[in-house]
C-alpha cells in the first residue's frame, strides 16, 4: 500500500526533532494526471478505502489523502483494464500512529486547509 522504505533520519533538535522519509520511486501516476477532477472508476475508489480501512485497523492516521498523493500503476504493463490497477498513498509527511503527536507541518499548503479546516502545526 505504501511503496518501500529507503531511509528514516531523525534531524535533531535543530529541526523541531522532526524526522526525514525516503520511500522508494512509485511507477505510475497520480490519481490528479491521471483522472483530473473526473469521477474516479469504482476499482480505484475500492483500493483507496482498502488501504484507509487496513491503516485505521492498524492504527494510524494519514492526513493528506488528496490525488496528489494517491498513485495508481497497471499491474500487468500489456493491459489497460481498470481492475488491474494497483492503488499505493506516497506523501506521508501527514501521517503516523493514532495518539502518537502527529502534526500537520509548519507551512501547510493553503488548499489542504481549505477543504480540510487543518491548520499549521495541529494535530492529525
Not at 2 to 7: D, E, H, K, T
Not at 20 to 28: A, K
Not at 61 to 89: P, W
Amino acid at each position: 500500500m505504501a511503496p518501500p522504505l529507503i531511509s528514516y533520519a531523525p534531524l535533531g533538535p535543530g529541526y523541531k526533532n522532526m524526522s526525514m522519509i525516503v520511500m522508494d520511486l512509485v511507477p505510475g501516476m497520480s490519481l490528479w494526471d491521471r483522472y483530473a477532477d473526473n469521477p474516479l472508476p469504482e476499482a480505484v475508489k475500492t483500493g483507496v478505502k482498502d488501504i484507509l480501512h487496513v491503516t485505521e485497523q492498524e492504527g494510524y492516521i494519514y492526513g493528506d489523502l488528496r490525488r496528489r498523493n494517491v498513485m495508481v500503476a497497471h499491474t500487468n504493463s500489456a493491459t489497460t483494464e481498470v481492475d488491474n490497477l494497483r492503488v499505493q498513498f506516497i506523501d506521508f509527511d501527514c501521517a503516523g500512529k493514532v495518539g502518537s503527536g502527529v502534526r500537520y507541518p509548519a507551512h501547510l499548503s493553503d488548499v489542504v486547509k481549505i477543504v480540510s479546516g487543518a491548520e499549521d502545526m495541529t494535530e492529525i
